[in-house]
């Protein structure tokens, strides 16, 4: 299939020794990675987006000025963090527009053609 890309809300910023850090949006720590093969490359840009199609899932960094579609995640007001081993939520307490499968624990929206800048975290 044809690969695309969506915006996951993550950005470079200056890093210590002249190298780059990576950031996420809502000021969560970056706890793991999953660039695609030569990426980051530095040289496309400084936002990040996710590859889609057949072999999707893969980062890279693109010029914040592009249009891709953006993909949102918001914790599910139905859920409440587990304070044991983790059971399976109710497939509904998504807000309208919103979705999510019986094993996700957050909801999620994908906003189609936007830069960087118009998405809303």
């Known amino acids: 299939g ?7 809300g993550l950005h470079a910023r ?19 990675t999953h660039w695609d093969k030569n990426q980051p490359d530095n040289g496309d840009g400084t936002c990040v987006a996710m ?6 899932g893969f980062w890279d960094d693109k010029q914040c000025s592009e249009q891709h579609a953006f993909v949102c ?11 044991k081993a ?9 807000a309208e527009g919103w979705t999510a499968r019986p094993h996700f624990r957050n909801c999620y929206k994908l906003f189609h053609n ?7 975290s």
């Not at 914790?75 to 304070?83: F, G, L, Q």
């Open 2 to 8: 044809r690969t695309g890309f969506w915006w996951i």
């Open 14 to 32: 200056g890093g210590t020794g002249g190298g780059v850090d990576y950031a996420w949006d809502n000021g969560s720590p970056l706890t793991f």
């Open 51 to 56: 590859t889609t199609g057949q072999i999707g």
């Open 73 to 83: 995640e918001k914790a599910r007001p139905d859920i409440t963090p587990p304070t």
């Open 86 to 94: 983790p059971t399976p939520p109710p497939a509904q307490g998504c």
């Open 114 to 120: 936007v830069d960087w800048s118009l998405k809303k």
